[in-house]
């Protein structure tokens, strides 16, 4: 089977199956939401190349997708993950210059629990070598 030469995106989800990336798109009005879309998908064709004023660097690993409405500011915390996979973790609005401690608090927490449950996870390798 031959890998993907394309970007897939992916939400995170919490144990108990949640995805709070898509609960806090679900809170947008549609103009808002639409144009998140229509940025995530603008992300997968570009992205690590991906800039401003569509994405920024925050730390380490970590990364936003930015999105303004006429008097909101939305940011979305995502990743670049093995096998082209750009996986978000957490969505807010930001009221302040700089990225809230707390929001990436929530967004370090995601990434390490989606990198420990990866870890766990049998990879399509060990599958296919047990057919």
């Known amino acids: ?13 919490e144990p108990n199956g949640r995805s709070p990336v898509e609960e806090f798109l ?19 064709v570009r992205n690590v190349r991906a800039r401003e ?12 997708l930015r999105e303004e409405s006429r008097t909101n500011i939305y940011r979305i915390i995502y990743f670049f993950f093995t ?3 750009i996986i978000f ?3 807010f609005q930001k009221k302040s210059p700089k990225t809230p401690r707390r929001e990436l608090e929530t967004a370090r927490r995601r990434y390490q629990d989606f990198l420990a449950r990866e ?11 047990n057919d």
Not at 26 to 44: P, V
Request: aromatic share 10%.
């Open 119 to 129: 870890e766990r996870r049998p990879s399509s390798y060990d599958t296919e070598k």
């Open 26 to 44: 679900d809170t947008l009005d549609l103009k808002t939401r639409a144009r998140f879309r229509w940025s995530m998908e603008q992300l997968r």
């Open 83 to 85: 096998g082209r996979r």
């Open 89 to 91: 973790l957490h969505g």
């Open 1 to 13: 089977m031959q890998p993907s030469t394309e970007w897939t995106i992916e939400l995170y989800i």
């Open 53 to 64: 004023p569509l994405a920024r660097h925050l730390e380490g690993d970590l990364w936003e």
